[in-house]
């Protein structure tokens, strides 16, 4: 009698030992096939409860990655979704005119107007691939950093965009209150023009726009503000998405654009240990804040 009743404690205890090692089992089974959120029962200050809660650190860890890598995924289908949709538009403009001028018999000033589509659309795809190419360089390319004057970066931006600014009767203020910028030339030109683009884009006729360089709490900051349509917060969180347009309906844009700049401009920032930032009010206008960090 005694023999069985040590035989039933002992198996009693073994089932003690070895439930946690049994539920680590089966918990590691679900986690492999894509619970992630489940968890082991962490309860006590013993080894097993050690163990217990590393497991659950683990789990936790794995449940970050995977979520990170599901985002990065839909980011990755949105960019082939939104590129499709912005290729197919120029192309079917080209095509359908290129065809109207073969097999339909036209005036002379149906068939300039034709053609003067075709640039048009041409052009918009050109300027589509130099963007394209412009992001996958930033990935790779390694900056050229040095001092490099606002009042430089100031004149290359007026001249690249003044006939932009005039045709739409935009006033410019230029405000310098640091003389130099830490980084790469090419890069903080691209990042100005690309940011005074935008914001021109969003003025209406007669807009103001204020570009701005000065020291914030001892960092220096590239700040371009507009009093324009503005943005709700959702919109806010997206527009340096590559080809994010917000809620308005897609159209093809007069000036060529492809809906990249402000994803290159995060890239640049990126590229220069600095922050990328906007705030916005609908119907009050947008100022976007480059804060560079290491210069």
Known sequence: VLSV???FGLLYLLHRLFRPLAEITRTSREIAAGAYGTRLPAAGKDELAELAGSFNHMAKEIQRRMSELAEAAAQKQRFIDNFAHELRTPLTAIYGYAEYLQKASVSED??????????????????????????????RDTPDWKPQSVSDLFRHARQTLQNKLAEKSIAV??????????????????LLV???????????????????????????????????????????ARITEPFYRGNTPRRRRKDGGAGLGLSICRQIAERHGARLTFSSRPGEGTTAKVVFTTS
């Open 173 to 190: 203020r230029w405000i310098e209150e640091v003389d130099t910028i830490d980084g790469d030339g090419d890069l903080l030109r691209s």
């Open 5 to 7: 009743l040590l035989a």
């Open 110 to 139: 149906d068939r300039l107007s034709a053609l003067h589509y075709i640039m048009s659309e041409s052009r918009r795809l050109l300027a589509m691939a130099g963007q394209l190419l412009e992001l996958a360089g930033l990935g």
């Open 194 to 236: 690309n940011l005074l683009d935008n914001a021109a884009g969003a003025c209406g006729e007669g807009g103001t726009i204020v570009v701005r360089a000065a020291l914030e709490d001892g960092k220096k900051v590239l700040s371009v503000t507009d009093n324009g349509c503005g943005m709700e917060p959702e919109e806010l």
